[in-house]
């Protein structure tokens, strides 16, 4: 969906509301955007070709192709992302979070020059909520103390320091857990599962982007949501929910596009392979979007901070000659994110991927790795 921009001259009234500026200064410029339920306004910068585009991760987005102004909305309570930085598609980026009784506006601009910098940032400190209390706050736990719920502080893992205090399972406070089973997929690029729920209480584990994950509970306050899950395996085990997805991470739900050009690589003791792809941004990928980076001719590492193994790069050619080849049949991973071809070798009888690595035929229609992978045969 797209939504073109009003043109007018027309500034809304400042209102007054409990607010944690991370910028200041005021803006006049011509292109007011309200967004699609009337609840907020910004002013845009007087630059053609601002368009409201579809991006699932946010509430709203808005792009005139180089530079980017997004829009989030949360109830006052929720976990908050991490504070966003610059990265190689942005030089300068900035951020302002407006917080009211009931929830928590993040508004954040980012410019790939320098020179449309400050018509950014005057942008985002334009935002004006025209419409209170759309959301209602996430209820506080407490011990003897009353009132609202405050905006969260972001931290760096995917995570949000929250001033409520939350009891364990055992507690009589009016957290219940709910039982539930479902699969899940973790979406930041690392989440740390706690043994309460509670961010300050202890880490047990920390999970990779594209982790999947049994959940089997929901964390509920007065039989409301908390935005807390328990993992399937033990009773110390939660994380926060707005970091799982029902669906498969893969590098195309990110909103990465990827090429055909492919390398393989395994990790320095042979135990793990994977491919990675160049996508357009000219960064390299696996199939769920983690980012892979070269530190040498033949060595890569994964950016994700809890896969941080070293992998070294295998030349493209398969190891064995044509001679050799008896027959091949391509295969695909449990999640259908990877396939890849097989060769026979008539001479020792193995089946052999391009890279060199065994698996064996299970006879049923599926092949299962050095790992311990299982892949299944695709038609």
Same mark, same amino acid.
């Given at each position: 969906?797209?939504?073109?921009?009003?043109?007018?001259?027309?500034?809304?009234?400042?209102?007054?509301?409990?607010?944690?500026?991370?910028?200041?200064?005021?803006?006049?410029?011509?292109?007011?955007?309200?967004?699609?339920?009337?609840?907020?306004?910004?002013?845009?910068?007087?630059?053609?070709?601002?368009?409201?585009?579809e991006d699932s991760h946010t509430w709203m987005t808005l792009s005139?192709?180089?530079?980017?102004?997004?829009?989030?909305?949360?109830?006052?309570?929720?976990?908050?992302?991490a504070i966003t930085v610059a990265d190689q598609n942005f030089s300068?980026?900035?951020?302002?979070?407006?917080?009211?009784?009931?929830?928590?506006?993040?508004? !954040?601009?980012?410019?790939?020059?320098?020179?449309?910098?400050?018509?950014?940032?005057?942008a985002v400190q334009s935002a004006v909520i025209n419409q209170y209390?759309?959301?209602?706050?996430?209820?506080?736990?407490?011990?003897?103390?009353?009132?609202?719920?405050?905006?969260?502080?972001?931290?760096?893992?995917?995570?949000?320091?929250?001033?409520?205090?939350?009891?364990?399972?055992?507690?009589?406070?009016?957290?219940?857990?709910?039982?539930?089973?479902?699969?899940?997929?973790? !979406?930041?690029?690392?989440?740390?599962?706690?043994? !309460?729920?509670?961010?300050?209480?202890?880490?047990?584990?920390?999970?990779?982007?594209?982790?999947?994950?049994?959940?089997?509970?929901?964390?509920?306050?007065?039989?409301?949501?908390?935005?807390?899950?328990?993992?399937?395996?033990?009773?110390?085990?939660?994380?926060?929910?707005?970091?799982?997805?029902?669906?498969?991470?893969?590098?195309?739900?990110?909103?990465?596009?990827?090429?055909?050009?492919?390398?393989?690589?395994?990790?320095?003791?042979?135990?793990?392979?994977?491919?990675?792809?160049?996508?357009?941004?000219?960064?390299?990928?696996?199939?769920?979007?983690?980012?892979?980076?070269?530190?040498?001719?033949?060595?890569?590492?994964?950016?994700?901070?809890?896969?941080?193994?070293?992998?070294?790069?295998?030349?493209?050619?398969?190891?064995?000659?044509?001679?050799?080849?008896?027959?091949?049949?391509?295969?695909?991973?449990?999640?259908?994110?990877?396939?890849?071809?097989?060769?026979?070798?008539?001479?020792?009888?193995?089946?052999?991927?391009?890279?060199?690595?065994?698996?064996?035929?299970?006879?049923?229609? !599926?092949?299962?790795?050095?790992?311990?992978?299982?892949?299944?045969?695709?038609?």
């Open positions: 969906m797209r939504k073109k921009m009003n043109r007018n001259h027309c500034l809304l009234a400042t209102c007054s509301l409990a607010t944690v500026l991370f910028l200041s200064g005021t803006s006049a410029f011509a292109q007011d955007f309200t967004t699609d339920d009337s609840v907020m306004t910004l002013t845009l910068p007087d630059k053609e070709g601002w368009e409201q585009v005139n192709g180089t530079d980017r102004i997004t829009l989030l909305h949360y109830r006052n309570g929720e976990p908050l992302p300068r980026t900035c951020q302002s979070i407006l917080s009211t009784r009931n929830e928590v506006f993040i508004i !954040t601009g980012s410019a790939a020059k320098d020179v449309d910098f400050d018509e950014i940032e005057k209390d759309t959301k209602t706050a996430v209820p506080v736990a407490s011990s003897g103390t009353s009132g609202s719920s405050s905006a969260n502080t972001s931290t760096a893992s995917g995570e949000s320091e929250s001033s409520d205090t939350t009891g364990t399972e055992s507690d009589t406070s009016g957290y219940t857990i709910k039982d539930t089973s479902f699969t899940g997929w973790v !979406t930041a690029s690392s989440l740390n599962v706690h043994r !309460t729920y509670d961010t300050s209480s202890t880490v047990e584990q920390t999970l990779a982007q594209g982790s999947e994950i049994t959940i089997d509970g929901i964390v509920q306050y007065n039989g409301v949501d908390t935005g807390w899950y328990r993992l399937h395996g033990g009773s110390c085990g939660y994380l926060l929910a707005d970091y799982v997805s029902t669906t498969p991470i893969t590098a195309e739900t990110l909103g990465i596009t990827l090429t055909d050009e492919r390398h393989t690589l395994r990790t320095y003791d042979d135990s793990q392979r994977t491919y990675i792809w160049k996508a357009t941004d000219g960064n390299w990928y696996d199939g769920s979007g983690q980012q892979y980076v070269p530190i040498s001719d033949t060595d890569w590492i994964c950016k994700a901070s809890s896969s941080s193994s070293n992998w070294t790069l295998i030349p493209d050619d398969s190891s064995l000659s044509d001679s050799q080849v008896s027959s091949t049949v391509t295969i695909s991973d449990e999640d259908g994110l990877n396939t890849q071809t097989l060769y026979h070798d008539s001479a020792t009888g193995n089946w052999y991927n391009i890279a060199g690595g065994i698996y064996t035929d299970n006879g049923d229609g !599926t092949f299962t790795g050095s790992d311990g992978a299982i892949w299944t045969v695709t038609p």
